[in-house]
């Protein structure tokens, strides 16, 4: 079990430029000690509100969800916690240009097909299209558009400008849509500024 520790997530967190890697910095400390900044299902609910992947009745649904199962929902949140970190290490890999591991891509695949028994091909008004089950349960209609962008990131997204941010303690990774390709940091409004600031401190105590 990671250790938990309470963030008040912010839509401005969301720097990732896809679900999956935002998904996957709810979790942080990869290299040592990861914490996980959810904590179970009504917190990956709230996560997931603000990330734009579920509305306020999708919301309410949820949190309906865990107070109807709560064991269910602790699985729930086990299981896509797992995902979580199978994901990092494949977008770890990918942006290396290593092999990721094949039991973390079994392990994608699986809830693929999970999130795929909910979806459909049709044809309206002669256009095909895909639909999704609305009366999915909730987590499984989150998980599923999180499933999806990391599918679409894999293999449509420049795996080349995948990025984990330089800033200490961040390691919140995002794909670098910047011009010249040189985003360093999650966001200028901390890491980057953070780095400024010790930047100039440095500069300082050479002067003095
Ligand atoms: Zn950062």
Redesign the pocket.
Known sequence: MMKFSPYDWAETDMIGGNAALDFVNTASRWATEPVDRLGGAEGFAKWARIAGLLDDDDQAALAQEVANDPKAAARFFDDAATLRAALHRIFAAAASGATAEARDIALLNNWRARAARHCEIRQEDGVFRRRCAEEAPAHERAMRLIVDAAEDLLLNGRLDRLRA???DD?E?MFLDQSKNGKRR???MA??GNEHKVRKFRKRKKQVA
Do not use: F, I, L
């Open positions: 941010c330089g800033g961040c919140w940091w999650c966001s901390t890491c």
